[in-house]
């Protein structure tokens, strides 16, 4: 990885709809070497996919709820059951195993505190959990799904292509 990586993937996280041809202006390439540098980050698996971000307000799911959940099973078995049911919540867009006193984070969007119950209703039908939180968002200040690239380490040289 090298200071041209770092631009391509600064660029692809600000709009992936970008154009080889404009990413390679951008970072000072021509368009083949810059494509085949996003090829090989797609093949490393620094680039895991390209999505389109939505308005959760426009599709409806403008409500969102931090679940934090709490059970007395931590065996290997019941995590993977426990993935298995959360998999097949489309509310559920985040989920972290967590450590201190909760065992589990999540993230639910919902239209409103009705089909968040719902949701619960649901959930709790499927897999028993010894304790559930749930704390609505109020208000978003700060949302983005660009990862800080300050981090990254980078090769001492920089590759032609």
Not at 3 to 16: A, G, N, P, Y
Not at 44 to 66: C, M, Y
Not at 73 to 102: A, C, N, T
Request: one cysteine or more; charged letters at 30%.
């Amino acid at each position: 990885m090298d200071r041209l990586d770092k631009k391509i993937l600064r660029l692809l996280q600000e709009d992936s709809t970008l154009a080889v041809a404009d990413v390679a202006k951008r970072v000072g390439l021509s368009t083949t070497p810059c494509w085949r540098r996003i090829q090989r980050l797609e093949e490393e698996g620094v680039i895991r996919r390209r999505a389109a971000i939505l308005d959760p307000k426009k599709v409806n799911v403008p409500v969102t709820v931090f679940v934090s959940i709490r059970t007395n099973s931590h065996s290997v078995e019941w995590l993977k059951r426990f993935s298995e049911v959360i998999g097949e919540f489309p509310e559920v867009v985040e989920f972290y195993r967590m450590s201190g006193d909760v065992d589990y984070l999540l993230r639910v969007v919902v239209p409103d505190i009705a089909a968040y119950d719902a949701f619960y209703k649901r959930l709790i039908a499927r897999i028993e959990i010894r304790d559930v939180s749930s704390a609505f968002a109020m208000e978003q200040i700060k949302y983005t799904t660009e990862l800080p690239l300050d981090y990254l380490v980078l090769e001492k040289e920089s590759r032609e292509s």
